[in-house]
């Protein structure tokens, strides 16, 4: 495997993310350079803040329309708000357009529909997650305590893109979503002890 390029978003755990690769592989960098993504074996999205900022910087820097075109052949993996960008649109701020390379769309988590008065947004804690796959050797292994801090999720995402999600009140939020090579974590596996460094490792090994 050639190079994995972490990229810089402007707004992102990129040394944490980095870091957390390293545990398996050594060959990766934070870049924000059309050469190094097109050039990349694997491409990480991570991100915080607001989906429209993202968006705006990823245009400026000339690679989001370089992002949707490397992801039709090589794999890349969103967290969190990277894993938003993946989705059609978002309404944090005002509507604006994603990546459009998974179906569904971003909103923002639902309190007036929870009787659950201990709901809070942002949602921030360790949740576990349920699997949406059937006889899948990487999903035997651990897939509790995953730390998420977010205020928006992905809406209408089909069962087919759905592979785990958890417990928000009533609702089932989507934690991992899938679409071909193309993988979105809401949590942040690099904060997320063993159980997120298994998730990297899978995504590294093609496991996913």
Known sequence: MNKIIIINTGNGNFLSVKRAVETFYKNVEISDE????KSAAKIILPGVGAFRDSVNILK??????????????????????GMQLLFKDSNEFGSCE??????????QLPLKESNDLSLKIPNIGWYSLDSNVKN????NKELDEFYFI???YAKNVSADNLIASYNFGDLKVPAIVKNKTIIGCQFHPEKSRGAGLNIIE??????I
Do not use: T
Not at 60 to 78: R, T, Y
Not at 98 to 107: A, M, Y
Not at 202 to 207: A, R, V, Y
């Open 202 to 207: 899978g995504f590294l090994n093609d496991e």
């Open 98 to 107: 994603g990546l459009n390379l998974i179906d569904g769309e971003i909103r």
């Open 150 to 152: 977010h205020s928006f």
């Open 136 to 139: 899948s050797n990487f999903f």
């Open 60 to 81: 400026k820097k000339k690679i989001f329309d370089i992002i949707k075109q490397v992801a039709k052949d090589k794999p890349l993996l969103g967290i969190c708000l």
């Open 34 to 37: 059309v050469d190094d993504i």
